[in-house]
């Protein structure tokens, strides 16, 4: 457990800054609620509201609103006149102040009181790892996490994918500013525009629906579809760019676009797999071992491949990958045995493939330890609670061939257990079709 822990502290290098601690702005519009009620202090030195009618003292944290001083204007207060128009806002400046400090005090009055916290997931920021500091001990000193908090801290794995493939496409920067110049050019101008999309169906029959945008640079998926546009109306581009010189000179040459090709279907995968992780508004961490162990097989795949410029843009990809997924497989992986249709042959197949069978077998090993851990830690404080199931997902990518050996795979001679406990005679039994449509907290919640 020890690896794991120091991966759940590693030093964030690679956020995007997103926020300040602390940051001041003007408040332009006030409840009309403070025309009937003074601002104050208490003797706690606590901000509070006294009701100019009763004199009663209402507390008025920055953070409490005014929901509970207009309740009071409208239905306690005996002596305030009846139909003032409170709620409503007038322009009034106030000077508002951010504290973080103040939020993350917030945050650890905000936990569960009975349960134990199993893990946090939360974007990769400095901030966010600060918090997460404040409340793994908060909790910790409570006794409320699991496995000492092991896996208290997951960051997002859609994030770790945006961390992963931006490493990559830094590498190829230089094609990608000449790509965003042509999406510029083309969509700034309305002329432009009208002729590029006129061209694309009079001469190339093109669905002319399909319109170029820019990408945010923050978010590779915008960046992946900037490219399939691109690609889409490559055609259009050389011809324009052979009739007019102001396109010839932001056009890619033959070699960059026979580039980009190759990394749009490179891409396609962590698209895909990307979708997979948010098509679902109720994500359950079962299905996130499938998606990690695909990415991982395509670059390493590809870190062997013939392409050698791709070859060469995958290299800091993997760096990013173990920095941030090598460990956390463990995790993923126990959630993923715990879904019926992958069980634990499917992450002794998915390991195979990656590491090989020797390798396989022990980090097989150490994924087992560390479930029957957490089963026996479950086992020994066994709670209950209301689960609220979310809708259906399936795992199925369409067009890959990561799985296709598994049926066969699946049907070798599973390993024997000599004392069954609940835990090992659900993993002796037969795993459900691959890509049968399932609700995970469903299944788990009618089991006996």
């Known amino acids: 457990m020890e690896s794991e822990a120091a991966t759940m ?3 964030v290098d690679d956020e995007v800054d997103e926020s300040n601690a602390a940051c001041k702005r003007k408040r332009s519009r006030k409840s009309k609620v403070w025309r009937e009620m003074t601002e104050g202090t208490n003797v706690k030195g606590e901000r509070i509201a006294i009701c100019k009618h009763c004199k009663v003292e209402l507390i008025a944290h920055n953070n409490s609103g005014t929901s509970h001083l207009i309740r009071h204007l409208l239905d306690l207060c005996k002596k305030q006149t009846k139909g003032l128009p ?6 009034d400046e106030e000077e508002f102040v951010f504290d973080m400090s ?8 905000y936990v569960v009181e009975d349960d134990k916290v199993l893990s946090l997931t939360v974007d990769n920021a400095s901030y966010n790892d600060v ?6 001990n908060h909790l910790g000193s409570r006794g409320m996490l699991v496995s000492g908090g092991c896996f208290f801290h997951i960051r997002c794995c859609a994030h770790i994918i945006n961390l992963i493939v931006q490493s990559g496409l830094s590498c190829i920067e230089n094609i990608l500013d000449k790509i965003r110049n042509l999406v510029k050019f083309v969509t700034r101008s309305s002329s432009r525009s009208k002729d590029f999309y006129d061209t694309a169906q009079k001469h190339f029959h093109l669905e002319a629906k399909r319109k170029l945008r820019m ?3 923050v978010r590779w ?28 000179s932001n056009v890619p040459l033959e070699d960059e676009w ?12 962590f698209y895909d797999v990307t979708c997979m992780f948010s098509a679902n508004k109720s994500p359950t961490s079962n299905m996130y071992f499938m998606g990690a162990c695909m990415v991982h097989r395509r670059l390493l795949e590809t870190s062997k491949g013939l392409h050698e410029f791709l070859a060469q843009m995958v290299l800091p990809m993997l760096e990013k990958f173990d920095k941030y997924w090598s460990e956390y497989n463990i995790y993923l992986a126990c959630a993923a045995i715990l879904d019926p249709r992958f069980k634990l042959k499917f992450v002794e197949y998915c390991s195979d493939k990656i590491y090989g069978l020797d390798e396989a077998m022990c980090k097989v090993e150490k994924v087992l330890n560390t479930l029957r851990s957490l089963y026996n830690e479950y086992k020994s404080t066994f709670l209950t609670s209301p689960i609220v199931a979310p809708s259906t997902t399936s795992s199925r990518i369409e067009d890959e061939n990561f799985f296709n050996y598994y049926q066969s795979y699946s049907s070798r001679i599973t390993r024997t257990q000599t004392k069954k406990s609940q835990l090992e005679s659900y993993l002796e039994e037969s795993e459900l079709g691959l890509n049968m449509e399932l609700d995970i907290l469903e299944y788990w919640q009618q089991m006996p």
Request: charged share 25%.
């Open 9 to 11: 502290s590693m030093s």
């Open 86 to 91: 409170l709620g409503e806002a007038v322009e």
């Open 102 to 109: 103040e939020l993350r005090k917030e945050i650890l009055l």
């Open 131 to 136: 918090m997460v500091k404040h409340m793994k």
């Open 215 to 217: 990408d945010m640079q």
């Open 221 to 248: 998926n915008s960046t992946y579809m900037m490219l399939d546009n691109v690609l889409y109306y490559k055609d259009v581009f050389i011809h324009l760019g052979s009739l007019h010189a102001s396109f010839k």
């Open 258 to 269: 026979e580039n980009l090709s190759v990394v749009h279907k490179f891409l396609k995968l």
